[in-house]
């Protein structure tokens, strides 16, 4: 088996980043473009705050408008692509304290994630 | 730092609605830049996961709050953590590198690493770990309230508390904002506060910015630079207040 070190980890937390963050600007610059090309001329309101409606504040609403090609919902999922690469991140670097047998670093590691995972499907 | 008053004062947007946006431009100068630059084995990983435990509760303690507080009162502290950016900034970085190895916190989390150099690989000792690991969470609950990357405590904590080098402390705190960032955007996402279509051209152009400054950034004068930036915060962060005592915020 192929020794893993810290700088071999980052070599490959790397590529996973430019992968993600590549991919989170073409799903959103496409949603971006369909939602323009439909309602490009319209005024914006985004002095008062009103929340944005569940289909664009839940994952499943999300998935669920991307999946119908739902402009507004599809750039949504380029946005959560984008929130979801610091995650990989934590996570490719779990991989790496796994492979190095590092059991304080794991321990670690898996609290940061469990927060991100928590913070994105929690309740707060 | 500057998206927020930008945004808000700028162009009128919701104070809520530019945090949101703000969070996005933040994980986006942070990703953005580690896809541009992962190569040059800077960044000391132990540290950023250690401090991302104390940053990313911090950060949700901060998105929290947010939901809690009012926007007037939350441009009041934007305000102050402005200043103190601008006074950060016009001041010279003292870097305060240590070969002592023998912090306690820092031998038992593994924490000391080495850095290339000139001169070869050289070896840095961390000092004080539990102060800089409190100041972090400092910097997570800023993060999570103001949509920001708390950068300047984040250089409070690493470059005069825990006397890392530059070229450690900047790639480390350059990931761990990422990771803050994510924590919060969470519950932001979840709260309604994140607009598609606010933050997706905030999004590429960041990215875009990301990956071009770096070029740019090599052909200016970092004091010019910082000179201007400090002028433009302060210009911030007074029209902030102003805002914030005329509740139009």
Known sequence: ?124 | MVIVPLLAIGFGVNLQYAIGASLISVIATSSGAAAAYVREGYTNIRIGMFLEIATTVGALGGAFLAGMISTSAIAIVFAAVLLYSAWLSARPRVEHVTQDLSDPLARSLRLNGTYPTPDGLQPYGVQRVATGFSLMFVAGILSGLLGIGSGAVKVLAMDNAMRLPFKVSTTTSNFMIGVTAAASAGVYLRRGYIDPVLSFPVMLGVLAGALLGARILTRTHPKHLRLVFSVVIVALAIEMVYRAIQGTI
């Open chain 1, 1 to 124: 088996m192929v020794r893993w070190d810290d700088a071999k980890v980052q070599r490959a937390v790397g590529s996973v980043l430019r992968f993600g963050v590549l991919t989170a600007a073409f799903v959103a610059a496409v949603g971006g473009a369909l939602f323009l090309a439909q309602h490009g001329g319209e005024p914006v309101h985004y002095a008062v705050f009103r929340g944005e409606p569940p289909e664009l504040s839940s994952l499943v609403g999300i998935l669920r408008g991307s999946l119908h090609l739902e402009p507004r919902a599809l750039t949504q999922l380029g946005l959560l692509l984008l929130i979801a690469t610091p995650v990989a991140r934590v996570a490719l670097s779990l991989v790496g304290f796994l492979m190095e047998r590092d059991r304080k670093y794991q321990v670690i590691t898996l609290v940061v994630l469990l927060i991100l995972l928590g913070s994105l499907v929690g309740r707060i």
